[in-house]
T-cell receptor, first 115, second 116 residues
Framework: DAGVTQSPTHLIKTRGQQVTLRCSPK?????VSWYQQALGQGPQFIFQ???????QRGNFPDRFSGHQFPNYSSELNVNALLLGDSALYLC??????????????FGPGTRLTVT | EDQVTQSPEALRLQEGESSSLNCSYT??????LFWYRQDPGKGPEFLFT???AGEEKEKERLKATLTKKESFLHITAPKPEDSATYLC?????????????????FGQGTILTVHP
């Protein structure tokens, strides 16, 4: 059973550029959440996608946008990159209408460095 | 606003020396408290979800407990391979928008180092 996968593993971009990160959820999961984790900090919620729509958003500017596809995979887009956007970007998947314990499973992350 | 505070920030143990990690939380009604383990440069690995005060869950050398204001992660006879950052997170019953779809609010983590 494949877990959550993310690509690419590492990325180096220049300030002002745009970046797209990709995520495939765990088999059987229909909901994808994105988090940003700065060095030495806990993950911070960016937004969550379900049924191809953004349904919850954290305190992140509009430069951060996303998309969910019919196969439940998702993309995170960041425009006009700032040095402060350098972080580990994590994708987590879950089941919205599942029975039993609620669990969010994380992918390995994409390390973004902005120079 | 939901808040999660973990203590200590770092903990050094000798192999076999049992101890506990603390997670204090403030949330507008708790819908779930989560524990994760994170190795350097990797994504968090799910450990437990706790739902109500008094609940306990165990996995190998780890046991998580929950009260109305905090959670503890007890580590019994730890081994060097237990060295990692342990993260605690909460899911509120309702967020500021009146809904709860699964946003998790994390603490900053406890860095555990177990020496052989």
């Amino acid at each position: 059973d494949a877990g959550v996968t993310q690509s690419p593993t590492h990325l180096i971009k220049t300030r002002g550029q745009q970046v797209t990160l990709r995520c495939s959820p765990k088999s059987g999961h229909d909901t994808v959440s994105w988090y940003q984790q700065a060095l030495g900090q806990g993950p911070q919620f960016i937004f969550q996608y379900y049924e191809e729509e953004e349904r919850q958003r954290g305190n992140f500017p509009d430069r951060f946008s996303g998309h969910q596809f019919p196969n439940y995979s998702s993309e995170l887009n960041v425009n006009a990159l700032l040095l402060g956007d350098s972080a580990l970007y994590l994708c987590a998947s879950s089941v919205t209408m599942g029975q039993g314990s609620y669990e969010q499973y994380f992918g390995p992350g994409t390390r973004l460095t902005v120079t | 606003e939901d808040q999660v505070t973990q203590s200590p920030e770092a903990l050094r143990l000798q192999e076999g020396e049992s101890s506990s990690l603390n997670c204090s939380y403030t949330v507008s009604g708790l819908r779930g408290l989560f524990w994760y383990r994170q190795d350097p440069g990797k994504g968090p690995e799910f450990l437990f979800t706790l739902y109500s005060a008094g609940e306990e869950k165990e996995k190998e050398r780890l046991k998580a407990t929950l009260t109305k204001k905090e959670s503890f992660l007890h580590i019994t006879a730890p081994k060097p391979e237990d060295s990692a950052t342990y993260l605690c997170a909460v899911r509120p019953r309702r967020d500021a928008g009146g809904t709860s779809y699964g946003k998790l609010t994390f603490g900053q983590g406890t860095i555990l180092t177990v020496h052989p």
